[in-house]
Each structure stands twice: as C-alpha cells, then as structure tokens.
C-alpha cells in the first residue's frame, strides 16, 4: 500500500511539473503571437510606405522617390525576416504545447490508474480486516464454549465421583448387612 501511495506522489508531481511546462509554453505561445502581430502591422507600414513612394514618384522628382523607394525595400526586408522569426517561434509554440497536452493527458491518465488502484487495495484492506475481525470474534466464541464446557466436564466428574463414593459405600453397608444377616442366621 506504501508503494501505491508513492506511486500516485509521483503521478502528482509530474503531473504539477507538467502544468508548470504547460503554463510555459501558453506564455511563449503569447509572445510569439504578440510578435507575429508586431511583424504583421510593421509589414502593413512598410507596404503603405511603398505605395506612396511609388504614387510620388508616378508625380515628381525621381531621385526622393527611389531613395524612399530603397528605404522602404529594406524596411521591408527587415520586417519580412521578423515576420518569419514570429511564425517561426508560433508555430514551435504551438508544437510544444501540443507535446505538453499529450504529457499532461498521460499524467492525469496514469493518476486516474494509480487513484483506481489505491482504492483497490483500501477496500481489500477493509474486506482483510473485516474477515480478521469476524475470525476473532469467532475465536472467543469458540474458547468461552471450550470453558463453558470443559466447566460442565469438571462438575460431572465430581458428580460421578460422589456417586461412585455413594455406591462404594452402599456396597460396603450391603456387605456389613449381608455379614450381619448371615451371623443372626447361623446362631439361630
């Protein structure tokens, strides 16, 4: 039974390990999401920024609007390679919380078995030790009717041996009275 209850110890805290990674990996999920986001709005700013460096330079001067134009294809570049980093990141976060779920399922699985199994042995353990205390009882039974009876053995000894004093003695009498007879008829 201690080795049952050590067991489902150690189901408990793996499983309290396991929500703890768990809780780890949500907040990474909500960072990379955050990030993803970030990268998402900067790429929008970053698009915008191009188009309106192209409609100045469809209306002015060339050499402004290929700077901006240059500046804006950097930037862009920039937030492209941050964007993929966040999907990145997402999609690993995404990865190990599904791992942690399965984890997480096997612990309360494995819980589950070992609570079943401890309760199992609680109710053998009840069943022993009613049997335990039904066979005792039994057993004092049984000695209060060895004492009861060897009590009714020991007095009817003690009756026969009466009688056999009672008998011995009235032989005894019936021989002295035989004797006596036997004596008054010879004389006679």
Do not use: H, I, P
């Amino acid at each position: 039974m201690l080795q049952k209850a050590r067991k489902l110890s150690d189901a408990k805290e793996l499983e309290a390990g396991q929500k703890n990674t768990f809780d780890q990996a949500t907040d990474t999920l909500s960072k990379a999401t955050q990030a993803y986001n970030e990268a998402t709005s900067q790429l929008k700013v970053a698009k915008q920024n191009k188009d309106n460096a192209q409609a100045v330079l469809d209306g002015t001067g060339a050499k402004a609007v290929f700077d901006e134009r240059d500046s804006a294809k950097s930037d862009l570049a920039t937030k492209e390679v941050t964007f993929k980093e966040a999907t990145e990141a997402l999609n690993a976060a995404k990865r190990a919380d599904a791992k942690k779920a399965e984890q997480l399922e096997q612990a309360t699985t494995n819980l589950d078995q070992a609570t079943a199994t401890l309760k199992q042995a609680e109710s053998n353990l009840s069943d022993a030790q009613t049997a335990a205390n039904q066979a005792s009882d039994d057993l004092k039974k049984k000695k209060k009717a060895e004492q009861t009876a060897q009590s009714t053995l020991d007095a009817s000894k003690g009756k026969v041996a009466g009688v056999t004093n009672e008998r011995n003695n009235a032989k005894s009498d019936l021989a002295t009275k035989e004797a006596t007879l036997g004596d008054a008829t010879k004389v006679g």
